[in-house]
């Protein structure tokens, strides 16, 4: 079946028709139906083909296009507009404001052009980013998104390594990887970084949205559907594709202040203010400032887009503000992790978008693509000289070496100093090429896609313990990630083959590199010749020479996408993809999906189809050693690639890629042109997915005598690794309401998003050196490991946004419901699931930790002061809501034993509460 495949591709590779068609250009001017004003970067497609362009600073626009062709007009926050050329070589059009933008056209789930999102045969929702981004304070991408898309979830990690510093987020519960990014529907690298702590995306990397500004986003398509059988591998969840702006001879910026203001987990405002570092009544103080303009290139309709940002973020403090015991919103003193909050960050981002016509020609050059650097620093867990002073440096006596600025004294008398982890994220990716079309309005598409990622690690303000007090700073070394891709795309519209035949096949190449490379030595090395001193940079440990990766691969694929109009009212979508990865091997899937336009208003829609995700190479090549000091007992725990011995002693096989099978039904219903109802039920089941195993030691003598052997051989006491491991299914429903209508000079909005989902775990695979006893299984995916998988997104996720405006005033609040979330904390050790002791010493309890279903409510008013500046000011979370404080009832001796050792996990709404905002926003 696939060698049929790859000849059927080469086939129409091969004969794809050259012959000359009677196409001419079409010329017109494009104006404002209630100014009479131009209108500048209006898109102009001719419908059913790829050939499309944007009107100028003069509202002019020119296509190439036949006789019988319909060309279509689409501008954001105005109606979509159809018009027959029926010969014509010029036509001026005129457009409509129309907020509701029920009639949008979308690029992503659909090789057709022309077709609107509420008439495809999967669900999309189309966000625009100039409408979301102006009313909140959120500043990343990947925050804004949480709120404005149902089936979309992120939460901020706080106290992880280096997951405080990227924001990953997740499409209908899966993982962070298994959303396809594509930007101008091309294929977006991935993040170096790899989530090894944290609760969300654990083993995965994923796409770091906020290296993309928002500012050079014109919107935002998100296909909640299974598509790799169109786009490849990572698009099991879904497709999210970043439509940058083609606007020209339009200036605009913002500048935008935000800070959280929380009187009730201020670390500054509690009773152990002087136990704990904090900052200001208000913290986390964020600026902002972008800009975009767009320049005319040429006479036909070529433009630049150009996008500058900045952002500078502080950090916030957060703890219980009382110790009493009695006090349900109190907890103990926080001697693990005094300085618990988010991370500062400062970032600058420079995008463009690009597309010049060539004159004389039915070809189109293209590029897009921008730079991104961003410093990071977030506080490690803290040491404590009376718990711990082997991590302090100290004298030959025992003695501790005061070091100003960096080792703290408590009103208690202790000693403590809190490392931080920093870092420093590269990112540049530029994608160029050629479109057109040739022969009998056949449409292709050449381009050439490159991306590199670079994170890299330092440890400040702490030491290695071994070495003494003389270095505080210390290059921990990093990763990077480099992709190339390839495309040759053709389609073709069929418009007399049923009622509409579109044609779609192309092929790609894909090349990938990943490497590790190590820190300085000091940041890794034990200098003490007694083994007792802690060692390497604390907090991060620095890659080790032996950690180091210089790994690369190659992918091939071909697919076939056939979308047929069987009548005007019943769509039929079928999609082949065939790919080969040259280090582990091949992959077929499919897709079948379907609509039906039962009348005008309504249409019922479903899909069914295979998918997989290639397991990324920073998954089979990852590696990192770091030191575990436990009283005087000094351990290495190594986290083993794929091809290492211990890994092959240990009984695991090669990755291998993560298969999938999806279903969806839903329908779409406007009952009135001002009213739209989409539901989409979905049930996505994942076989063999990659997750990180539990660390097993060298001193079980439960194991397989050749495992321990090979840990003791390459001086490793424990070791972990990545596996397929798991077999999931995630069942949902989205639900997307939305009501817009205009009145005179009144304006009104009501929008409902929802999505409700459950996950189950169906098995778990484990290799047979590891899973003999019930506590080597617990070892390789613990009952912990396992909630973490389950907590990738709420049960329910629900927003409700009312929006009134009267002429230059808007006035909205944003009601964002987060379900229910219980995980589970590491226990005392004492039991085979985590269980910890009674206060009143009566007995053992689950260390479970249950945060309740919470509210979080946005208020936000915009006044456009004049025809060039617009303020926009209001609360994100007004009330301060939290989530439920992290400890079991009747164990409060026994908080702060969860993952970010906080009075919080890493859940719903996070931990920072209300956040005060102001922008700016100006056009000329």
């Known amino acids: 079946m696939k060698k049929n495949l790859l000849l059927i591709i080469a086939f129409l590779l091969m004969n794809a028709p050259v012959l000359l068609a009677q196409t001419g250009t079409v010329t017109g001017v494009v104006i404002d139906a209630g100014t009479n004003k131009p209108m500048a970067g209006v898109t102009v497609t001719v419908k059913g083909s790829r050939n499309s362009s944007a009107t100028s600073t003069t509202g002019v626009y020119s296509v190439k296009a036949s006789a019988a062709d319909e060309i279509v007009f689409t501008y954001t926050g105005y109606k979509m507009l159809t018009i027959s050329v029926n010969g014509r070589g010029k036509i001026n059009v005129s457009l409509t404001s129309d907020i509701t933008q029920l009639n949008e056209v979308v690029a992503i789930g659909t090789r057709s052009a022309g077709r609107v999102k509420l008439e495809t045969a999967v669900p999309v929702d189309v966000v625009s980013m100039s409408k979301v981004a102006m009313n909140t304070g959120r500043l990343d991408l990947t925050d804004v998104l949480n709120y404005a898309a149902p089936s979309f979830n992120y939460n901020k990690q706080s106290g992880s390594d280096g997951a405080d510093h990227v924001e990953l987020g997740t499409l209908r519960g899966l993982g962070p990887d298994q959303t396809l990014v594509l930007i101008n529907g091309k294929r977006r690298h991935s993040t170096a970084f790899v989530s090894v702590f944290g609760t969300r995306g654990r083993g995965n990397s994923g796409v770091d949205l906020s290296s993309i500004p928002t500012a050079a986003i014109d919107r935002i398509e998100i296909l909640r559907d299974g598509a790799s059988a169109q786009y490849g591998s990572d698009a099991i969840a879904g497709v999210m594709n970043l439509v940058l702006k083609k606007s020209v001879g339009e200036f605009t910026a913002n500048v935008g202040y935000s800070g959280y203001y929380d009187p009730a987990f201020n670390t500054g405002k509690g009773v152990l203010a002087a136990y704990y570092p904090h900052g200001g009544t208000i913290d986390g103080n964020g600026i902002t400032i972008d800009a975009n303009y767009g320049l005319l290139i040429g006479k036909n309709g070529g433009f630049i887009n150009l996008t500058g940002d900045y952002a500078k973020i502080g950090k916030t403090f957060r703890q219980t503000k009382d110790t009493t015991t009695s006090n349900p919103k109190a907890l103990p003193f926080n001697p693990y992790r005094r300085a618990n909050g988010d991370g500062s960050s400062t970032s600058g981002i420079f995008f463009f978008n690009n597309e010049i016509p060539l004159a004389g020609t039915r070809t189109t050059f293209y590029s897009f693509g921008g730079y991104s650097y961003k410093e990071g620093d977030a506080y490690a867990f803290t040491r404590n000289f009376s718990g711990r002073p082997e991590r302090f440096p100290t004298t030959a006596s025992g003695g501790l070496i005061p070091v100003s600025g960096i080792i703290f004294q408590d009103p208690s008398g202790d000693s403590y100093f809190n490392p931080h982890i920093q870092t420093h994220n590269t990112d540049v990716a530029v994608a160029a090429g050629l479109k057109g079309t040739m022969g009998q309005d056949w449409d292709w598409d050449l381009s050439n896609n490159i991306g590199n990622n670079k994170f ?59 490497k590790i490379f190590a820190g300085e030595k000091a940041s890794y090395t034990n200098y003490d010749p007694n083994g007792v001193k802690a060692a390497g940079s604390q907090g991060f440990p620095g890659y080790q020479p032996a950690d180091e990766v210089n790994a690369n691969r190659s992918v091939f694929g071909g697919y076939v996408d056939l979308e047929l109009d069987v009548t005007k009212k019943w769509l039929i979508d079928f999609a082949n993809r065939y790919e080969h990865y040259s280090d582990f091997g091949s992959s077929f899937t499919t897709k079948f999906a379907t609509r039906y336009k039962v009348a005008d208003n309504f249409n019922i829609r479903g899909s069914l189809g295979t998918g997989f995700r290639a397991p990324s190479l920073q998954q089979i090549n990852y590696s990192n050693t770091f030191t575990n000091v436990q009283g005087s007992i000094i351990s290495e725990v190594k986290i083993a690639p794929n091809y290492s011995p211990i890994t092959k002693a240990a009984g695991i096989p090669n990755l291998k890629q993560e298969r999938s099978k999806n279903a969806g039904l839903g329908f779409t219903f406007r009952p009135i042109p001002e009213l739209s109802f989409t539901v989409d039920g979905y049930i996505i089941k994942v076989k063999d997915r990659v997750v990180l195993s539990g660390q097993f030691s060298a001193s079980d003598p439960t194991l397989d005598p050749a495992f321990t052997a090979a840990l003791n051989n390459l001086h490793v006491s424990s070791a972990q690794f990545f596996a397929n491991a798991v077999n999931t299914t995630n069942r949902g429903l989205d639900v997307v309401i939305d009501y817009t209508k205009n009145v005179g000079n009144n304006r009104y909005r009501l929008l409902f998003t929802g999505n409700f989902q459950s996950m189950d775990i169906n098995k778990i695979n484990y290799p047979p050196i590891l899973g003999t006893t019930p506590a080597l299984r617990q070892t390789f995916l613990s009952d912990r490991e396992q909630k973490f998988i389950l907590a990738s997104a709420p049960p329910q996720k629900f927003a409700f946004n009312p929006e009134y405006g009267h002429k230059s005033f808007t006035v909205g609040v944003r009601v964002t419901y987060f379900g229910k979330i219980d995980l589970l904390g590491y226990g005392d050790g004492s039991t085979l699931s985590p269980t910890v002791p009674l206060d009143n010493g009566t007995g053992q309890v689950a260390d479970q930790y249950i945060y309740s279903g919470k509210a979080v409510s946005d208020l936000y008013f915009g006044y456009k002061l004049n025809k060039a500046i617009r303020i926009s000011v209001g609360a994100d979370n007004i009330f301060n809501v939290h989530p439920d404080l992290g400890y079991v009832t009747g164990a409060k001796g026994w908080a702060f034993n969860n993952e970010p050792a906080g009075p919080f996990d890493a859940v719903q709404m996070g931990q920072d509460g209300r956040r005060l905002f102001v922008r700016l926003g100006f056009n000329f």
């Open 456 to 514: 890299h690690f330092f440890g400040d303000k702490t030491f290695n313990a071994s070495l003494g007090p003389q270095q505080t700073h210390f290059d921990d070394g990093g990763s990077e990630f480099l992709q190339n891709t390839t495309n040759l795309n053709f389609s073709k519209h069929f418009p007399k083959a049923a009622s509409g035949l579109n044609l779609g096949f192309g092929g790609e190449y894909r090349y990938e590199r990943y």
